[in-house]
């Protein structure tokens, strides 16, 4: 098996995991993109009398 096949194949592969994955975006043939979000919760302000 050739590279470019061997590529062709991990491509597949990788649209097949993440079909229907809204955080994921092919950018171009060699380029993607994982939007991970991430939530931090902080406690600001103080209450004083």
């Known amino acids: ?3 470019n096949e061997d590529q062709e194949m991990e491509l597949e592969a990788l649209r097949s995991i993440y079909e229907g ?8 043939p060699v380029s993607f993109q994982y939007r991970i979000a991430e939530y931090i919760s902080q406690a600001t302000g ?4």
């Open 21 to 28: 994955d809204e955080s994921f975006r092919e950018l171009s």
């Open 1 to 3: 098996m050739s590279a």
């Open 46 to 49: 103080s209450s004083r009398s």
